[in-house]
């Protein structure tokens, strides 16, 4: 398993990456592994607005659904739209397949970094 | 095999209708359609042998056993599809006057008069074509209720995290917020997390008894006082009613309402899928927010559907209840409790109960330490059984067991149909311990081996196309 | 007689085997106090014979009318023998929903042909495996259609009454406003529903024909609505598909309807069969069962429940439907009726029915005081006046035949390629006789 040390993650197992004012939101290693094959993502739209602790889409599995919660607040400004076509990229890259971008950022979950958060899913 | 689709040859038919005795009317341009729709074209020799195969390719609980866990499924009887057929009932005009529709009528009120004594409610309505259809009505009966009484502030339904997903989706049609409780480890419900979230915007819950790993939940007296003190109301869930006929009443047990599937305890068959029927019962001072028919019976009631309901089913399921009666209701939930418990005895010893007491009509097994050890999961013992011409058990299901095959054989399998089963029960627990592979590879004879369900998924073909 | 096949015997010796003495140990998780103590207060079982006999006696109580010219959301069309023969195999009949692919086949493809006969007929690109019937395919419909920002559906006040209060109800569930737009000679009032599409509507329920046998414009009133932003439903009846214009021609964003006429016996009003289709758009918003293809292991062909993500027993509360069974041996029906009629045969019998209605209606109207109520082209039903109403009607009822049915405009007629000239210059006679007197 595989948890960058550039990133931070949420407890919810996704993962941010700062890029200036715009946070890039995804979903860990862990989270995909534990998901199994991906075969759909319910994405927001752009513009919509995303809350820290609130669920901005989902991720599907054959036999399972899981919410995408975002783990800031802000405006969503872009959408992995590639992802609804070829949502193994989620299986495949997980930290390259990002999920959503968030500018003007009102608010931020207390994150963890890339050992805490290994700690954290790992024991479960 | 072929589609129907690649079957079709253009120019063949059938002859089944006689010339137009009358002028053709003409249909303005305008609303004319541009493309014919391609249906496939055939004899009706192709027709019969094309739905023969098909059908080949199709296993009925009439064919063989089908312990599918909260399914009830049993025999069906072919005089209730002799009765369903009459040229009497099946002619019927729902619209017909009343004096020409008196024979229905007497159907549906009999049928009221058995399901209501059968659960100890005071009244009934047919017109739910299924099991979460008759959910949906039940709880817009609480609803209304509420609202009747001026009590606007009641916004969320109960429901255990055994249920069955059904009940919190109708819970979320009927504008309700979910609150789900933890299951105590017995599987039954856990008083202190029910009185934790019972309060004055307590609706209702949902409940099923016996519950979904088949134990009757003793504290159920308990249970619906305490949501009635807090001014809530009890649906339950008639998904287990196989297992109390005769023998213990929901209205008894403190329910406000009750939905019945007709087609799993009152023996109609389910068609691979529906047409069910789902009677809602209710306690006499829920009678007036039952629904009607805007055209049959009028404005002002709510409506699931139109007309009366599924009607042909309704006579199914009388014809089946005059045939048990008085004694045979209750004998045949013995039977099924004794078949169960049976069924669960000759299985132990070889995969691990999730509960291991008495049983009522259904039993779970627990396959995780299993899998731990063998690395065969509840998915690979299910697909090995297909080999056998067994029906597999619901898998996965109820949620609080992990690697659940949970198994309902019904009262209409003998014993040595349950010996049989539980013989192959044991001989697959041996041979996942010494040949995991040929397991996880299962099922070896049958129809297809197994399919990939994530493939359909990502890449959804969902129709034929040239 | 209950079906049990043990002996008393063996149930003893099961019972042993369990390690109990007797039934009432089984019970032993009941509190005593709830026991039932007495047997039920309902007569006593009876042989199939007496059963049948009991069963046929009801039946026997119901009038059956040979000649039905009544309609008004339940249709008596021919329904030819393979089309009963094939839905009552053993097999089909008895089986559960097919979770089990692998021994599921043949339900799992023949769903799959009906989806796609359904997208044929409708001219939609996905179908579902089938809901109750044509008033909660509405609902279901008008559920799709809403989101955050638009939650106001709209129906034509010449949808039928019971799919009117179906989807009034459905939006009661969920706390959403319902509102009727009015028509104007027996048609949607294009210019009442313009105005009527505020930004809070999600989508406008079109019955095509509509409840009083009117041919809607369904394209112009459509584009209405998408101007508007908001989505389309059209409910069709699915034998005029056979020559009428197409949902997906009209430019429909989710066609559903009443499947009853596609094989399945009237039978007081049900089992019948919700048929709905949508554009790929809108696939995963679509409620219910839906089969997709797929290879096995083997890389052969196969067939699956697919998309379940989309349902209750995996998305809980979150789904957008309760669905679950559904009417899987209705939608066989269907499809067997269908692939029977065949293409020519399905707009040969629509012809026929228009070609029955018009006679019936030229030849009731030319009856002194008998008058068209709306006058736009319709399909196989129409209203007309009738003085002496309930007396005329008794007359045919009389005669063996079904009159149309009473409503507050008058009488909605209906014809069906099943009924013959002869019928119908009697029903005919029947009314001038009548009102001759």
């Known amino acids: ?124 | 095999m072929k589609l129907i689709f690649e079957k079709s040859v253009p120019g063949r038919h059938c002859d089944l209708l006689p010339k137009c005795d009358v002028p053709y009317a003409a249909l303005p341009e305008a609303l004319r359609r541009e493309t014919a729709p391609a249906l496939p074209e055939m004899s009706e020799v192709d027709l019969s042998r094309h739905y023969t195969e098909l059908n080949q390719r199709v296993h009925g609980v009439n064919c063989g056993f089908y312990p599918l866990g909260s399914c009830t499924m049993k025999y069906n009887p072919r005089i209730d599809e002799d009765m369903a057929a009459l040229p009497g009932f099946a002619g019927v005009h729902p619209l017909a006057p009343a004096y020409a529709v008196e024979g229905c009528r007497e159907v549906l009120d009999t049928a009221a008069r058995y399901l209501c004594e059968t659960t100890g409610m005071d009244g009934m309505t047919f017109q739910p074509a299924a099991g979460a259809h008759g959910e949906f009505t039940g709880v817009l009966l609480i609803k209304q209720y509420h609202e009747k009484r001026g009590d606007f502030n009641r916004s969320k339904i109960i429901v255990p995290d055994s249920a069955h997903g059904t009940n919190p989706a109708t819970a979320a049609m009927c504008g309700y917020d979910v609150v789900n409780i933890p299951s105590a480890p017995n599987g039954c419900v856990d008083l202190d997390a029910l009185r934790a979230v019972l309060g004055e915007d307590t609706a209702g819950l949902m409940l099923t008894n016996p519950n979904t790993v088949g134990i009757f939940d003793e504290n159920i007296l308990e249970i619906t006082r305490l949501v009635h003190e807090a001014g809530g109301l009890c649906y339950y869930d008639g998904a287990n009613l196989n297992a109390i006929m005769g023998h213990v009443r929901p209205g008894d047990m403190g329910f406000d309402c009750i939905h019945m599937n007709l087609h799993k305890t009152f023996a109609t068959p389910h068609g691979g899928g529906g047409p069910g029927a789902g009677a809602v019962g209710c306690k006499d001072f829920l009678q007036e927010f039952l629904p009607a028919s805007a055209l049959m019976d009028g404005e002002g009631r709510i409506q699931l559907r139109s007309f009366a309901g599924n009607f042909l089913v309704v006579v199914r399921a009388l014809t089946y209840l005059l045939t048990l009666g008085r004694e045979g209701i209750p004998e045949a939930s013995q039977n099924a409790v004794l078949n169960a418990n049976y069924l669960m005895r000759r299985i132990q010893g070889s995969f691990d109960l999730a509960y291991d007491r008495i049983c009522m009509h259904e039993f779970v097994l627990d396959l995780s330490r299993y899998k731990a050890e063998t690395g065969v999961s509840a998915l690979d013992v299910a697909k090995s059984l297909i080999d056998y011409g067994m029906h597999p058990p619901t898998m996965y299901f109820p949620l609080i067991v992990h690697e659940a095959l949970m198994l309902e054989p019904t009262e209409t399998e003998s014993k040595e149909t349950l010996d049989w089963a539980a013989d192959i029960f044991r001989a697959l627990y041996e041979l996942g311990k010494t040949d995991p592979e040929t397991m996880h590879e299962a099922p070896h004879h049958a129809q297809i081996a197994r399919p990939d369900e994530v493939r359909a998924a990502r890449n959804p073909v969902l129709r034929w196309q040239k | 007689m209950s079906y049990i096949p043990s002996t008393q015997a063996e149930r003893q010796e099961m019972l042993r085997a369990i390690g109990v003495e007797s039934f009432r140990e089984l019970y032993r998780d009941v509190p005593q106090e709830m026991l039932l103590e007495r047997p039920l207060d309902l007569p006593e079982g009876m042989s199939e014979l007496e059963v049948q006999r009991v069963m046929s006696g009801m039946a026997a109580k119901n009038r059956i009318f040979p000649t039905m010219l009544r309609g008004a959301g339940a249709y008596d069309h021919f329904i030819p023998a393979i089309v009963r023969s094939v839905p009552a195999k053993e097999e089909f009949l008895t089986a559960y929903t097919p979770y089990q692919a692998e021994m599921s086949q043949g339900v799992l493809q023949s769903i799959f042909e009906y989806q796609t006969m359904i997208c044929e007929l409708t001219g939609m690109d996905v179908s579902n495996a089938s809901v109750y019937d044509g008033a909660s395919a509405a609902a279901e419909a008008a559920a799709m259609c809403r989101d955050r920002k638009r939650r106001v559906t709209l129906i034509s006040a010449g949808a039928h009454p019971d799919t009117i209060n179906t989807v009034r109800t459905y939006c009661y569930g969920t706390g959403d406003e319902l509102r009727i737009v009015p028509l104007k000679d027996g048609k949607t009032d294009p210019e009442a529903l313009r105005e009527m599409l505020t930004p809070e509507v999600a989508s406008f329920y079109l019955q095509q024909p509509n409840f009083y046998g009117q041919l809607e414009d369904a394209e112009a009133l459509g584009a209405l609505v998408h101007e508007a932003g908001a989505m389309v439903v059209m409910g069709c009846n699915p034998i005029a598909l056979g020559i009428l214009k197409s949902p997906a021609e009209c430019g429909a964003d989710v066609a559903v309807g009443e499947g009853q006429p596609l094989g399945l016996p009237l039978g007081f009003g049900g089992p019948y069969l919700g048929f709905m289709a949508t554009t790929t758009k809108h696939m995963r918003k679509l409620p219910g069962r839906i089969v997709g293809e797929t290879v096995d292991a083997k890389g052969e062909r196969a067939f699956v429940l697919s998309l379940q993500a989309r349902e209750q027993h995996i998305r809980r509360e979150k789904a957008s439907s309760n669905i679950c069974s559904n009417e899987a041996l209705c939608a066989l029906t269907a499809a067997v009726y269908l692939a029977t009629m065949g293409p020519e045969g399905l707009a040969e019998c629509a012809r026929q029915c228009m070609a029955k209605a018009q006679y019936l209606r030229e030849g009731l109207c030319a009856i002194p005081g008998v008058e068209l109520v709306y006058g736009g082209a319709s399909f196989h039903e129409f209203v007309t006046t009738l003085p002496r109403r309930d007396e005329v009607l008794a007359a045919l009822e009389a005669a063996g035949i079904l009159g149309g049915l009473p409503i507050d405009e008058g009488v909605l007629w209906c014809a069906t390629e099943k009924v013959s000239r002869t019928e119908l210059d009697r029903a005919i006679a029947i009314v001038k006789e009548v009102l001759a007197k």
């Open chain 1, 1 to 124: 398993m595989n948890y960058p040390n550039e990133l931070k993650y949420s407890r919810d197992h996704e993962w941010v990456r700062m890029e200036g004012d715009i946070a890039v939101i995804g979903i860990s290693d862990f989270a995909q592994d534990a998901l199994g094959d991906v075969v759909f993502v319910n994405l927001p739209q752009e513009g919509d607005a995303a809350t820290a602790g609130e669920a901005f889409g989902d991720v599907e599995s054959v036999k399972a659904v899981s919410d995408l919660v975002s783990p800031v607040s802000g405006t969503i400004c872009a959408v992995n739209e590639e992802l609804l076509d070829a949502p193994e990229r989620l299986n495949e890259d997980p930290y390259g397949a990002w999920l959503i971008k968030v500018e003007g950022i009102t608010g931020t979950e207390e994150l963890l970094d890339a050992a805490d958060y290994q700690a954290m899913a790992e024991q479960g």
